[in-house]
């Protein structure tokens, strides 16, 4: 059986009037070969830090989840180098305590991270090498 990432955000509402039920999923559209979970620190605030995507190769990326543990971050998906904040673009915001999913098919940089203090955050990718 070949290698599949599923990902899939469920919303429900009880008891208001109605009953609603919101599902979304998503499927990677390529055999995964690879994935990488990490669960990390950023320590310099205002300093944007290139992520680690392990085995997983950059441009074929095809699916990313993060949780921001502790504190507030920003994700550039595009951003090539790391430590210069002149170069990052606030593309999408993880606050504290909040998971999102992205999917950045035809990344051709890097994903970099930014937070105004110290950051601690968990992340999953997963795609081809």
């Excluded at 009880?14 to 055999?31: A, M, P, V, Y």
């Excluded at 669960?39 to 992520?51: F, N, S």
């Excluded at 993880?94 to 950045?104: A, D, E, N, Q, R």
Aim: charged fraction near 15%.
């Amino acid at each position: 059986m070949a290698a599949t990432i599923n990902m899939t955000i469920i919303a429900q509402v009880r008891e208001l009037g109605e009953d609603i039920d919101i599902r979304e999923r998503f499927d990677t559209t390529t055999t995964p070969t690879t994935v990488t979970h990490v669960k990390r620190t950023l320590i310099t605030a205002d300093t944007p830090e290139l992520l680690d995507l392990g085995g997983v190769a950059v441009s074929l990326c095809e699916a990313l989840w993060f949780k921001a543990s502790g504190g507030n971050f920003w994700l550039d998906t595009t951003v090539s180098t790391a430590g210069v904040a002149s170069d990052f673009q606030k593309e999408v915001y993880v606050p504290s305590g909040k998971s999102v999913f992205i999917t950045p098919t035809g990344t051709t940089a890097s994903i970099g991270v930014l937070g105004s203090t110290a950051v601690t955050f968990e992340y999953l990718a997963g795609g081809t090498v």
